[in-house]
């Protein structure tokens, strides 16, 4: 008799865990299967998984260096979401501002546009890690807070071939660890 109702426990048990995997793999698949590839239509394309369509503007800036092109893509979700906005800023430098074997200078160039970023929101740096991702060149991630600490930005910065890129997800101290902002920083790929 023992011996019937470990045999049964067994069965429940893979039944239980079958019913689990399953209940899990559907919905993970309909949370990222609402998202979108997006596709950005210019010279510095780039594709990258998105809740919806993404606004571009774009806009010229005359400098010292020369003349620049910053284009600014964002997606701001709604209330009921888990980030409330998604922003990824390209910003075209003259050619040869940021050769490719400098690695020191583009390091610290990357480490002050963070420092940037969170001085611009009254913010600090929780960290910053070196990454390097085929096609998108020399890059960092971070993760800043800011309203005292009950916002976050977690993102990433690259510069490929006088290119700067960062992309920033916006989201809540208690959602500041959804699957959404990793899918939407790690499918990031530079066409250019």
């Known amino acids: 008799m023992n011996f019937l109702l470990m045999k049964s426990a067994k069965h429940y048990q893979r039944l239980f865990l079958s019913i689990i995997v399953t209940l899990s793999s559907v919905f993970t698949s309909s949370a990222q299967g609402d998202w979108i590839l997006y596709k950005a239509d210019a010279v510095l394309s780039f594709e990258v998984q998105v809740p919806a369509e993404m606004g571009v503007k774009t806009k ?72 390097q991702e085929e096609n998108n060149g020399q890059g960092m991630l971070f993760r800043l807070k800011y309203k005292d600490g009950f916002g976050v930005i977690k993102g990433k910065t690259y510069m490929k071939d006088d290119v700067f890129i960062t992309l920033q997800v916006y989201t809540t101290k208690d959602n500041s660890l959804n699957d959404e902002m990793d899918l939407f920083l790690d499918s990031f790929r530079a066409m250019f």
């Open 60 to 131: 010229e800036i005359t400098t010292d260096l020369g003349t620049m092109t910053t284009t600014t893509y964002a997606h701001e979700a709604g209330e009921e979401a888990s980030n409330f906005l998604y922003v990824i800023n390209v910003v075209e430098y003259p050619p040869g501002v940021f050769p490719a074997d400098s690695i020191d200078l583009i390091d610290d160039f990357l480490s002050e546009a963070i420092l940037s970023i969170a001085d611009g929101l009254d913010g600090e740096l929780v960290y910053q890690s070196d990454i």
